[in-house]
């Protein structure tokens, strides 16, 4: 379900405000322009130091990405490698080769062309690999800025909150003022380990899950590919890939249970 990220984060936020609203506190009370400005402002300062430009230019496309991705048809691969399998053994190896304009994954058409052109096996097998640890360590630096950002934000929140004591310790003589000023300053810590717990972080932990469901739908189809190239028969082809499925999707439907649960580059 692509809109779990958001109904998680929106479930999180709206227990925290609901909680705090039950105990008599006023969702205003945690408006505050300061700490705001050392939250956002210091943690987007610290992880740009961090990760570099290149990296914080993609962090809004990678927002986008994270609220909706849709999940990888695994199903749809393996039905659509089998049937190449059958044309291959068919009708062989060159018969593939009018079917890689309606392949539309890049991926697959590439590792489909190296066999089409009687590439040697062991090569296909160390280039379409090496294209997928590529690719894992792409999507494991999308994730950095977030995980960064998770791991800065609580230590802004506790900067901020020292930088008000001193305010409220520079104004003892005002006995007044020591109770609200005592509660500004705590609000730039819980609005760090907020933004790291209930934003940062679980960006970062999605991020992770979308690119090792991609990994894993790249490493059927390099499987598929490969047993296509040494001739297999689809049924066996479908066998081997079927262990790639979680069981709810197995074509016999055996151990009915829930599953767990492509590449989207930023831009």
Known sequence: MKAATAIGIGLAFGSLIMSSMMDGTSPASFINIPALMI????TAGVTLASVGMDSMKRVPSLYKMVFSAEPPDMRGQLDRLVALADKARREGLLALDAQLGEIEDRFTRNALQLVVDGTD???????????????????EASAAPFEKAGGFAPTMG???TVLGLVHVLQNLAAPATLGP?????FIAT???VGAANVIFLPIANRLKAISAEEIELRMMTLEGILSIQAGDNPRLV???LMSYLPPVERADGEDNVAPLNVEAQAA
């Open 158 to 160: 506790i900067i901020g």
């Open 190 to 192: 819980l609005m760090g």
């Open 39 to 42: 939250i956002l402002g210091g």
């Open 238 to 240: 479908s066998e081997k």
């Open 121 to 139: 096996p062991e090569m296909v097998h160390t280039i379409l690999e090496a294209e997928v640890d590529g690719m894992a360590a792409r999507h």
């Open 181 to 185: 000023s005592i509660s500004a300053a």
